[in-house]
């Protein structure tokens, strides 16, 4: 072969095989699509934590609470106070005694018991009537009020001295006198009866305050 063919079929040659490293490859030819061989850049996963803001938000004062008005004081009920329901001894509620205390003077110590199961009080003076007469004794010293009354509770007693009257042309004598109760109230009282033989009724007859012992209905 001559230097010129053979320099030909060199040509040839490499022409082809630089046609064959730069041609698609058999999938190309055949209208595949070639898969890149380098992977695609992947993109950043978001940050978890979210950016922090320029200035946190100050927390709005709490409304202070509104002041709770003070409770009033609750009344104090009635049956708290173990008197509430005493209420003034009727003759009803009493047994009744005189007995001679001076013969010279012709004084009376009088006594009331109560009778009931329940207290009652005894208030001011007692009222005295002699008999069948109009008289009635009138009040010596003082008495208590009505909250300082003598509290009787059942079977206790009070007492009272009834001073006779002085004998003299107008006076009389009676054997018997009778006794109602102050009570406050329109009460219709049945008196109570005790026996006073040859007591002297004249208008200085006196009698006083209901007390809680003889000695000092005596002394008055």
């Known amino acids: 072969m001559s230097t010129v063919r053979r320099a030909a079929a060199v040509l040839v040659a490499v022409s082809a095989l630089a046609l064959t490293a730069c041609g698609p490859s058999e999938d190309g030819a055949a209208g595949g699509t070639a898969t890149p061989t380098t992977k695609p850049p992947t993109s950043a996963a978001p940050s978890a934590t979210p950016p922090a803001s320029s200035a946190e938000p100050t927390t709005p004062a709490k409304p202070s609470k509104p002041v709770k008005p003070s409770t009033p004081a609750k009344p104090v009920s009635p ?70 009354a003598i509290r009787l509770a059942p079977g206790q007693s009070a007492y009272a001295g009834l001073m006779g009257g002085l004998k003299g042309a107008g006076s009389k004598t009676v054997s018997s006198i009778g006794l109602t109760m102050e009570t406050d109230s329109d009460l219709e009282q049945k008196p109570l009866k005790a026996s006073t033989p040859g007591l002297n009724v004249s208008g200085d007859n006196s009698v006083t305050a209901w007390m809680d012992n003889a000695e000092d209905a005596l002394s008055l």
Not at 90 to 103: G, H, I, K, M, Q
Not at 115 to 133: A, N, S
Request: some cysteine; hydrophobic content about 30%; overall charge negative.
């Open 79 to 148: 049956s708290a106070d173990p008197d509430y329901d005493v209420f003034p001894c009727s003759t009803y509620d009493l047994t009744f005694t005189a007995s001679l205390a001076e013969p010279t003077t012709s004084s009376y110590l009088l006594k009331v018991t109560n009778k009931t199961g329940k207290p009652c009080r005894v208030l001011g003076y007692p009222v005295v009537t002699f008999g069948d007469l109009d008289d009635q004794a009138t009040a010596r010293g003082a008495a208590p009020g009505i909250e300082e």
